[in-house]
């Protein structure tokens, strides 16, 4: 029985990848399964490409508003009790239904692979609050499915953020917390420089609980929800198999990926995802086995500067267009105008306008902050609401099967008065 070293030395030997990768569509193709309702007149649209759509025995189902339609699906490997939901990008139309999902299927993360903008393409809706430090806004407001979802937090980690949001339901005031773990140094069908950076990316989701089986399904996306996002997929759910079983004899790669394709359609999409694959699953395996664990990789260096464009500049400053305004030659900053002609003037400011607008900011900040104590002290409350409703079903059980017992021996007692200390009056009956 080969193990998966000696199946990546034969691959890597013979430069076989690409053969490797047709192998698995060709044999994916051959799956039968239907996806009628991603063709429908009413939801083509709702598609990001034309190529990639939700099998109908998988796809994940919305509960509220007028259509039930969103292009996620299932991912269930049950021999290692993991469920995953994989999705596109949301569109422009599409983020109220995204965040509805979130809350319906009550999933404690979000995991981003990918950037809004990619070589001048648009990649993803821009469906989450940037935060006004970054100049937009805390508060993200899905009138569609009456949820809001505000900005918390916001911690960089080098090579990926961690955003803490607080989604709320308008209509009940009950409010979740959601983490969104958004790695922004994958471009579209390329591979990480290492594996090192990846592992602790997903050791940082793992450690969250995200992934528990107490709560719901985390939604993973990159574009399409099928390449960068079936690469973090198989790679954790290969890693488990060896974590249960201790070794990595009998875990087939291929195998795994045939299986999750039975689930969502086109999972890797390029030789050079399923070998950045293999080479994650060694190296996870290689720490999990010796027993240092995904958190003994450390990532001393940034990987690569990410292909988002650099912020507009400021409003107040206009400034010539240059070779400079461009990004990968495809995005130039609009050009700012506010109707106030040379623009010579538009910098020159007194020191009461200048004293107004750090004030104005400091108002902001400080609301800012209430607000997000204010929605902190909520979820906690949620939280501890939670436990006590879980705690009191755990009591209220073990009263149960307590109550029962005394009842057993209750009804003992008297059977046993009944039949030793006289019959209680059968006897006399009995002698009639």
Not at 182 to 188: A, I, L, T
Not at 331 to 352: A, F, L, M, R
Request: charged share 30%; glycine share 8%; aromatic share 8%.
């Amino acid at each position: 029985m080969s193990t998966i070293q000696d199946e990546f030395k034969r691959i890597e030997e013979k430069k076989a990848w690409g053969a490797e990768f047709i192998k698995i569509r060709v044999a994916s193709s051959e799956y039968e399964y239907t996806h009628r309702d991603a063709k429908k007149p009413q939801n083509k649209a709702l598609n990001r490409y034309r190529d990639v759509s939700p099998y109908d025995h998988t796809r994940v189902k919305l509960q509220g508003g007028i259509s039930d339609y969103i292009n996620a699906s299932l991912v269930q490997l049950p021999n290692v009790n993991r469920r995953y939901i994989l999705t596109q990008g949301p569109l422009p139309h599409t983020i109220s239904h995204f965040w509805q999902m979130v809350w319906e299927q009550n999933s404690k993360a979000v995991i981003m692979l990918n950037n809004v903008i990619e070589k001048g393409t648009v990649k993803c809706a821009q469906y989450f609050p940037k935060g006004e430090d970054s100049g937009g806004d805390d508060v993200l407001n899905c009138e569609e499915s009456n949820l809001h979802v505000n900005l918390l937090k916001e911690e960089d980690f080098g090579y990926y953020l961690v955003r803490t949001l607080v989604v709320e339901d308008v209509k009940s005031g009950e409010a979740k917390e959601v983490l969104q773990f958004h790695y922004n140094r994958w471009s579209d069908f390329s591979v990480p420089k290492s594996p090192d950076a990846f592992l602790r990316f997903l050791h940082h989701i793992r450690k969250s609980g995200s992934l528990d089986d107490n709560v719901g399904p985390p939604v993973i996306h990159c574009s399409a929800g099928i390449g960068r996002s079936g690469t973090l997929c198989l790679v954790d759910t290969c890693l488990l198999m060896i974590e249960k079983q201790g070794s990595t004899d009998g875990v087939n790669v291929h195998q795994v990926l045939l299986e999750m394709r039975r689930c969502r359609m086109g999972l890797i999409q390029t030789p050079d995802q399923l070998r950045f694959s293999y080479l994650a699953i060694m190296e996870g395996a290689k720490a999990v086995l010796d027993g240092k664990g995904l958190e003994s990789f450390h990532v001393e260096q940034v990987e690569t500067i990410p292909e988002n464009p650099p912020p507009l500049p400021p409003r107040q400053i206009k400034r010539p267009h240059s070779p400079d305004d461009e990004v990968e030659g495809h995005i130039k900053h609009p050009k700012e105008d506010d109707g106030s002609g040379d623009g010579e003037t538009i910098c020159q400011e007194n020191s009461s306008s200048t004293n107004d607008s750090s004030e104005q900011a400091e108002l902001r900040r400080r609301k800012r902050q209430e607000k997000n104590k204010a929605l902190a002290d909520k979820v906690a409350e949620m939280k501890k609401k939670q436990r006590d409703s879980e705690d009191w079903n755990d009591k209220k059980s073990m009263y149960q099967y307590l109550g029962i017992g005394v009842g057993l021996c209750v009804g003992a007692f008297l059977l046993y008065r009944w039949f030793i200390g006289g019959g209680g009056g059968m006897e006399p009956s009995l002698a009639q």
